[in-house]
Nanobody
Framework: QVQLVESGGGLVQAGGSLRLSCTAS????????MGWFRQAPGKERQFVAT????????YYADSVRGRFTVSRDNGKNTVHLEMNSLLPEDTAVYYC?????????????????WGQGTQVTVSS
């Protein structure tokens, strides 16, 4: 069983930045691909970014590419999502997810564990 805990959410003005972190329990974190998803009120959960076990491969949703950066520190069982140039439409609950595979994927159904989420609110 893997437990994921997100942190770093909050309220920020448009154009600002936030850094989300997700810390995982367990000793096999380095063998998991990790992903970030988000869900705005009344909308379906949406893929944001994913990173392979080594950190060598990353993928982003078109809506965040160039503004968000996903990274990981396997020594600290942590994955980060650096969010810059935030827009009001980035407002959502952001979820961290772990996949029992070394390969990154954009599909939510391929992830095995999920965090509780952290709220990000971007004001205009």
């Amino acid at each position: 069983q893997v437990q994921l805990v997100e942190s770093g959410g909050g309220l920020v003005q448009a154009g600002g930045s936030l850094r989300l972190s997700c810390t995982a329990s367990g000793r096999t974190f380095s063998t998991y691909a990790m992903g970030w998803f988000r869900q705005a009120p009344g909308k379906e959960r949406q893929f944001v970014a994913t990173i392979s076990w080594s950190g060598m491969n990353t993928y982003y949703a078109d809506s965040v590419r160039g503004r968000f950066t996903v990274s990981r520190d396997n020594g600290k069982n942590t994955v980060h999502l650096e969010m810059n140039s935030l827009l009001p439409e980035d407002t959502a609950v952001y979820y961290c997810a772990a996949r029992i595979s070394t390969s990154a994927t954009v599909t939510a159904g391929n992830y095995n564990y999920w965090g509780q989420g952290t709220q990000v609110t971007v004001s205009s």
